[in-house]
């Protein structure tokens, strides 16, 4: 079974910065591809940043103000975040998708962390 802990969220003001970072644990023989989602109040949830390949890829809404990074193990990643903004707000979700031999592939989600800018 993988757990996926996410940490980091806070409450900050229009312009301030957060980090967060996703752990997945689980076995050491298994492939992790991490990912960050999330969802405000009221809305479905929406995709943030992931790798492809080494490529970092981004939700057009947060281009050029967050930047996904990994850790040294690959089931691990972080998500800072610059020059939030209000519509940032919301719960942020981290998925591990897991490989595994002989060819099992499953997400896992985390719990969420809360991420609340002020105007």
């Known amino acids: 079974q993988v757990q996926v802990v996410e940490s980091g969220g806070d409450s900050v003001q229009a312009g301030g910065s957060l980090k967060l970072s996703c752990a997945a644990s689980g076995s050491a023989q298994c492939s992790y591809a991490m990912s960050w989602y999330r969802q405000a109040p009221g809305k479905e949830r929406e995709f943030v940043s992931q790798?492809?390949?080494?490529?970092?890829r981004y939700a057009d809404s947060v281009k050029g103000r967050f930047t996904i990074t990994q850790g040294i193990a690959e089931n691990t990643v972080y998500l800072q975040m610059n020059s939030l903004k209000p519509e940032d707000t919301g719960m942020y979700y981290c998925?591990?998708?897991?490989?595994?031999?002989?060819?099992?592939?499953?997400?896992?989600w985390g719990q969420g962390t809360q991420v609340t800018v002020s105007s």
């Open positions: 998925k591990a998708t897991v490989l595994c031999l002989p060819l099992t592939v499953r997400d896992y």
């Open positions: 790798f492809e390949g080494r490529t970092p």
